[in-house]
């Protein structure tokens, strides 16, 4: 089975988890400010199977902002409270934008899928166009040239609310690319999940850390990544 | 009880030196970073759903007063991770656990503290609420079942489950038809007075050895990946004088025996900020000195990096506390802050309101389609044009569902009948209950439907019978006729397209003129048993300028001028020719007037049984027709493209543009066809639509009442037409000279 995904870029449940297990490792090790991925497991009603079915997440992806023009949140009410001597009154001074990442695998598709929401720090979630305005430049020049990457917003299968979701349709085609041309030093599965972050990645600004995709890949092909997806004008 | 109790333990180490028994007016106050909150989206729709489920029953849960609900949660934080954001503390779909006295599990990124929510009912509550009456609740118990941070303390509560000391409080008003939640915030403090002063504070790498700062850290880390101890946020530290750190929990406080180690009590500091503790540390302070008399504290406020203890953020610092003098009196009601500055209001609109849901749910397929395969499919027209169907019947409930499939979204149904019992199988925006009671009337109940189906919609209903040449009209009916004539004409000039999808041939010629007279795209469906019709109709005439219309007008009161007449439609017909010739209407190729037609049967005429698959297929066909229309750079005067047996001969996404297709379900096949404007149409000729342009709605009367009136006309026109060629023949010809016209 696993000779024929290798051949056709797509991923089964149970490779699915190994290859989180591995990006769930490879991170904590690897040299980077974001935070950690976690792998949250999920629990089905009994079936008799033993089923290692969950999904990764990566929350509290800070995007810190200084603003000089605070955005002051509608006035709701003339009076404020009256603070004792021993608080301390804070003015903020930056606009912190928190962000989740969840990787969850698609049955459908037999791919992993990119799910995201950001919020203000009270909590307030964040349309995609204020997400857009955190990203990177080359993040948003792939999403407006890609073929390949398209967001949606569709509900979160495990949490039943509305998050952003790069579309899966295609990943297995330039997943067949990735991953065939870089079989030196590729244990399958393992790094299947490094491989398809590093690209979907870019569209979202996460970043790998350079040692995890250089663990995975040769120098050559570490360095094509990022521009395999354009390559191919017939994808 | 506890409080009876006093315990020696070793002194902590003497102050430095620097700072002598009476300086105490020269240290500062310690001053708390207060908590920063944070309610995400779960945890609002958890409430919304709670809240919608107890609206129903007599009994409210907890009941404060009858002005809202209160319940049991918890929020949850943890330390600080990062150097330029504090952990804030966060309420989220866990926070409302099922059953309320259901432990709500942590871990080490989610430590839970209890809090009370109250939920109020209206806005005007919210603002009434008593704030600071509600923060002296959380100090210290008013009734038996509340729960308070000062009894919690002395009863000793705090040493077994110590996340009461960082309790929370919230008010809140949910208006669940704008989807907005306001709220507010409180992290109770008791307040000392006089209050709490600094010694020093520090970053905790400075103040240990590197051994006991490997200690430390080894004993941080193991607590906080330890399920028994990672969401304990506070404890004690003693750190032995071989530099062995051990962490302990606070009950365990009783039992201990000082033996002259170094003592820190600990905390989980949410706050980021060097020189400044997080509002944790206030209740602790309070509890301490409480619950265990002592005075001068040492602290630990504990933060970390990527999992990790971080000895850099984290600080150490010395505190004196005074016990205040009235908190050894036994009813006492200590002083409280902690309510938030301001109020907050979140609004979930976006991705609560089921409608704006459904839409752009519906948006997507359009837009995967676009990004697939139709790069050029133009989402902004289709949800801009405004379509007429004149008919709600098989062919009207299937094209206007079409349209809806294609993000197409104003619609005006137009229908004079009311759903009939044989309706509701065939006529897909029926439904069995639309029958009963005489049955509804059709175009409104079809637009009730298209909203059900998609609330966005913006569906119209209009109930007006179409006047039809050959049913003629009593004269007392006459005005009324004439109203719904003007009204069809206002309603077709208000549209952008115009579906003709009628039950007869002759309903179909007035909007067929109006049409032409506008140039408005106008697509035609006729169904016969087993064969169908679509097309789209070709532009009208180009309108003429005023000096042509009186020419027009003097030249045909004269009678027998006939060759004036012939000039100036001669003269029509070569402007239009400017233009290349007109696609051809649904009377274009009709030899007789419309007339009633219940005798005279052809193949395209509306049958009253029809095989019920050609009402889909045609109606589909029409939309795809029309979206093919809108795509197309010229619009109405696209040119008409027949389908070729090269695969791919089109250039177009989208494909040809035909101007006619028939099909045939016997022979399961269909065919594509171009038919040119005919000179002698009754409904869109040159002679037809300028009489209508010159007399307007008499002309129409009379062509409905006098059917061969049309037949005049247009035979005139042909008649004229061979006029002046036979005049032409003959200058060349002279054998044609005694040919009789």
Redesign the interface.
Known sequence: MGDQSICDGSLSADDFYVAAKSLCELWQSANTSLPNWTWIPFKRIPTGISCNEGYLSLENVFHVKSSKELVSSQDLFQEEQTVDSATVVQVPSSVIHAYDFHIIYSFSYRNPVLYFHGHKYDGQPLALDDIQEDLPEYSLKLIRESKWTFITFEEHPYLHQPWYMLHPCGTSEWMKLLIGGALHGNPYPANYLVSWLSVVGQAVGLRVPSSLTSSCFNDASSSSIGQCVELDPSL | MAENRTWTVSSPPPPPPSSSSDSSSERQ??????F????????W?RLSSLKLDTLGLDQSPIPITGEFFSFLSACFYAPC??P??PN?L??M?ESLPDDPLQLVIGNR?KCPVPGTLYNTNTLESF?ALD?DALLKMEARKVKSLDFSIFDDIISGKADEDCAVLSRFLLISFADLKKWTF?HWFAFPAL??EP??TLVNIQPASKVFSSEEAKSLSRACNEWRNSNMTAGVPFFFIVIASNAQVTIRPLKDWEAFHGDGEKLLFGFYDPCNLPS?PGWPL?NFLAFICLRWKIENIQFLCYRER??LADLELSLVGEAVVLLPQDWRSPCCVPKA?G??????????A??MDPKR?AV?AAD?NL??MR??TLPSLDINILSSVKCLLLGAGTLGCQVARMLMAWGIRRITLLDSGRVAMSNPVRQSLYTFEDCLDGGELKAVAAAKSLKRIFPAVEAESINLAIPMPGHPVPAQEADNVLKDCELLQSLIASHDVVFLLTDTRESRWLPTLICANESKVAITAALGFDSYLVMRHGSGPRPVSSDMLDATCNASDKTGDVNAIATQMHKLSTKNEDRGQRLGCYFCNDVVAPIDSTSNRTLDQQCTVTRPGLAPIASSLAVELLVGILHHPKRINAPGEISSSIVGSSDRPLGILPHQIRGSLPQFSQLTLLGYSSKSCTACSDAVVSEFRRKGMEFVLQAINQPSYLEDLTGLTELMESVNSFRVDWDEDDSDANVDD
């Open positions: 106050i310690l001053r708390f970073i207060p920063q909150s944070s309610a995400d989206e779960g945890f729709r991770s990062h330029q954001v804030p966060k309420l779909a990124n603002r704030k306001r307040s000392l209050p709490a400044n206030r990527r999992g802050v309510w938030e500055l301001k109020p907050k209001l979140m609004n979930l976006a991705s849901l752009s997507l837009k995967l990004w697939r």
